[in-house]
């Protein structure tokens, strides 16, 4: 599967921002998706994943009252919903597909295939 993270952009504190992930390719229902994020200077990060059919939904403690993540199998897309943006979210954010429906959804090895990222900045 190929994807392409899009929706990036300089926003102000408290703003939000809408991140869409389009993959192409076979079956996307079959794929644990995934978003990550790199601060400047800092490790990649875990930002949010969600299950094939998106039942379920895992967030970053830290994130959790200000984004969310979202899929359309149909549409072939996943989405990241970021509310309340602080300049501390800047950072390039990746999207992911883990072929496998176990395992640690917050590690990022477990992620097969990987978008180009969408840098999002936050200004104060």
């Known amino acids: 599967v190929q994807l392409q993270a899009s929706g990036g952009g300089l926003v102000q504190a408290g703003g939000s921002l809408r991140l869409s992930c389009a993959a192409s390719g076979r079956a996307f229902s079959t794929y644990r998706m995934g978003w990550f994020r790199q601060p400047p200077g800092k490790e990649r990060e875990f930002v949010a994943a969600?299950?094939?059919?998106?039942?379920?939904?895992y967030i970053a403690d830290f994130m959790k009252a200000r984004f969310t993540i979202s899929r359309d199998n149909a549409a072939n897309a996943v989405y990241l919903q970021m509310n309340s943006l602080r300049p501390e979210d800047t950072a390039v954010y990746y999207c992911?597909?883990?072929?496998?429906?176990?395992?640690?959804?917050?590690?990022?090895?477990?992620?097969?295939?990987w978008g180009q990222g969408t840098l999002v900045t936050v200004s104060s």
């Open positions: 969600i299950s094939r059919a998106g039942g379920s939904l």
């Open positions: 992911a597909a883990d072929p496998q429906s176990g395992g640690s959804y917050w590690r990022a090895l477990e992620y097969d295939y």
